[in-house]
Nanobody
Framework: QVQLVESGGDLVQPGGSLRLSCAASGNIFSINVMGWYRQAPGKQRELVATITSVGDTNYADSVKGRFTISRNNAENTVYLQMNSLKPEDTAVYYC??????????????????????WGQGTQVTVSS
């Protein structure tokens, strides 16, 4: 059982800032990639940013220079710092984790299945 818990979505004026957080918990052996995606009404879900376990990052062109993704491996948490927000950033933001679960036999913990987990989403609204 693995869960992602998100926080930080809010209503903000253009030019403002928000910081989103997402914490993974449960039977986790390791997490490879964590990321943020967003979906606006009537549009497809799109990648915002991803970060690997060793800190390699990728960003959508539309957010480069404005957003910063980071993670705390000890806490299994990923963050998205969003600055200079624009009305077109308005969307539901979803946290994602590509991870390996744990299995336990006797007193031995072993890697289990690879799974892709999504959070429930958090609303970011940038007023115009």
């Amino acid at each position: 059982q693995v869960q992602l818990v998100e926080s930080g979505g809010d209503l903000v004026q253009p030019g403002g800032s928000l910081r989103l957080s997402c914490a993974a918990s449960g039977n986790i052996f390791s997490i490879n990639v964590m990321g943020w995606y967003r979906q606006a009404p009537g549009k497809q879900r799109e990648l915002v940013a991803t970060i690997t376990s060793v800190g390699d990052t990728n960003y959508a062109d539309s957010v480069k220079g404005r957003f910063t993704i980071s993670r705390n491996n000890a806490e299994n948490t990923v963050y998205l710092q969003m600055n200079s927000l624009k009305p077109e950033d308005t969307a539901v933001y979803y946290c994602n984790a590509d991870l390996i679960t744990t299995v336990k036999a006797m007193g031995v913990i072993l890697p289990g299945s690879g799974i892709d987990v999504w959070g429930q989403g958090t609303q970011v609204t940038v007023s115009s």
